[in-house]
């Protein structure tokens, strides 16, 4: 089981940018698939981005073309680079890794402790 720390969250203006982190340690960190979610409250958990063991990405329609999702084996970190932020992308940011190939999110996935991103004028 990989133990996941997020970071990087906080309070920005709409048109900012963040970067979240997330630390993975307790396995082998390539051979998982890793991804953002996010909960805003009333609403459900949802996919923002993937990436795979193979640095495959995919986003969510909401968020293409403003966030890049990445991946440093070296540092077994990764990352989401959230730019041109809106209002509507303030959540609570959730880390998740999971062994299955080109799977997020399963009953047998690790969660991050989740980090508050706020946008707001």
């Known amino acids: 089981q990989v133990q996941l720390v997020e970071s990087g969250g906080g309070l920005v203006e709409p048109g900012g940018s963040l970067r979240l982190s997330c630390a993975a340690s307790?396995?082998?960190?390539?051979?998982?698939?890793m991804g953002w979610y996010r909960q805003a409250p009333g609403n459900q958990r949802e996919l923002v981005a993937g990436?795979?063991?193979?640095?495959?990405?995919t986003y969510v329609d909401s968020v293409k073309g403003r966030f890049t999702i990445s991946r440093d084996y070296a540092k077994n970190t990764v990352y989401l680079q959230m730019n041109s932020l809106k209002l509507e992308d303030t959540a609570v940011y959730y880390c998740?890794?999971?062994?299955?190939?080109?799977?997020?999110?399963?009953?047998?996935?690790?969660w991050g402790q989740g980090t508050q991103v706020t946008v707001s004028s």
């Open positions: 307790g396995s082998i960190f390539s051979i998982y698939t």
């Open positions: 998740n890794a999971d062994r299955s190939p080109g799977v997020l999110g399963s009953a047998h996935s690790s």
């Open positions: 990436i795979s063991s193979s640095g495959m990405t």
